[in-house]
T-cell receptor, first 115, second 112 residues
Framework: SAVISQKPSRDICQRGTSLTIQCQVD?????MFWYRQQPGQSLTLIAT?????????ESGFVIDKFPISRPNLTFSTLTVSNMSPEDSSIYLC????????????FGPGTRLTVT | QQQVKQSPQSLIVQKGGIPIINCAYE??????FPWYQQFPGKGPALLIA?????SEKKEGRFTISFNKSAKQFSLHIMDSQPGDSATYFC???????????FGQGTTLQVKP
C-alpha cells in the first residue's frame, strides 16, 4: 500500500482564518480523496481530486469553502477557508490502491480545532 | 439508499472472545465491502474486504460474513486481543458512483 503523509498533523486556528492541509503520497496515483471526520463520527467524503481536472465536490461541500489543488500525481492540498468552530474536525486524505478506487488507503489525518 | 447502517455503536469483550460487528445496506449497486480499523490519532487502515459473490472471507483472525439476499455483512474477530481495541468502520463501494460510503463506526474494547 502507498505511504501517505499529511501536514500539519494538527493545528489550532482562529475563527475567520484559513488553513491549507497538504497530502503527499510516495507513488503516483490518479485519484485522491478528501474526507472529514467530526469528533467521534464517521467519515464523510468532501471531494474527489483527479490530477489535471477540477475537483468533484459532494453535496454540502463547496469549492469556495474547501478549495482543492492537485498539481501532480503525488500531491494535493485542501484549504479550509473562513473557518468557524463547526469546521473543527479531522481531515483525511486517501488514495486509490493499485489503481482501484474502491481500495482506498488513508493518511494519518489533520486534527483541526477552530476557536 | 446510499446509507450503510452499522451496529453496535460500542462493544466490550474479554480477551479471547469473538466480537461481531454488523452492517446493513439498501443499495444493490454496491459491489465491494471493506472494513477499516482506526486507532486513536491515526487514519483508518484497510483491514479486509469482500465482494458480494463470496459468502465468507478470512484473513488471519478476521472474518467477513456476507449475506447478499439480506443485504447484510459482518466482521468477526477470532481470539480477540487487547491490541484489537479500536474503532471499526464498515463501508460499501459502488462502481456507479466511484465512492465509498462508511458506516457509523463501532468502538471495540477488548479487556485483558
Amino acid at each position: 500500500s502507498a505511504v501517505i503523509s499529511q501536514k500539519p498533523s494538527r493545528d489550532i486556528c482562529q475563527r475567520g482564518t484559513s488553513l491549507t492541509i497538504q497530502c503527499q503520497v510516495d507513488s503516483q496515483v490518479t485519484m485522491m480523496f478528501w474526507y472529514r471526520q467530526q469528533p467521534g463520527q464517521s467519515l464523510t467524503l468532501i471531494a474527489t481530486a483527479n490530477q489535471g481536472s477540477e475537483a468533484t465536490y459532494e453535496s454540502g461541500f463547496v469549492i469556495d469553502k474547501f478549495p482543492i489543488s492537485r498539481p501532480n500525481l503525488t500531491f494535493s492540498t485542501l484549504t479550509v477557508s473562513n473557518m468557524s468552530p463547526e469546521d473543527s474536525s479531522i481531515y483525511l486524505c486517501s488514495v486509490e490502491g493499485n489503481g482501484k478506487s474502491y481500495e482506498q488507503y488513508f493518511g494519518p489525518g489533520t486534527r483541526l480545532t477552530v476557536t | 439508499q446510499q446509507q450503510v447502517k452499522q451496529s453496535p455503536q460500542s462493544l466490550i469483550v474479554q480477551k479471547g472472545g469473538i466480537p461481531i460487528i454488523n452492517c446493513a445496506y439498501e443499495n444493490t449497486a454496491f459491489d465491494y465491502f471493506p472494513w477499516y480499523q482506526q486507532f486513536p490519532g491515526k487514519g483508518p487502515a484497510l483491514l479486509i474486504a469482500i465482494r458480494p459473490d463470496v459468502s465468507e472471507k478470512k484473513e488471519g483472525r478476521f472474518t467477513i460474513s456476507f449475506n447478499k439476499s439480506a443485504k447484510q455483512f459482518s466482521l468477526h474477530i477470532m481470539d480477540s486481543q487487547p491490541g484489537d481495541s479500536a474503532t471499526y468502520f464498515c463501508a460499501a463501494y459502488s462502481g456507479n458512483t466511484g465512492k465509498l460510503i462508511f458506516g457509523q463506526g463501532t468502538t471495540l474494547q477488548v479487556k485483558p
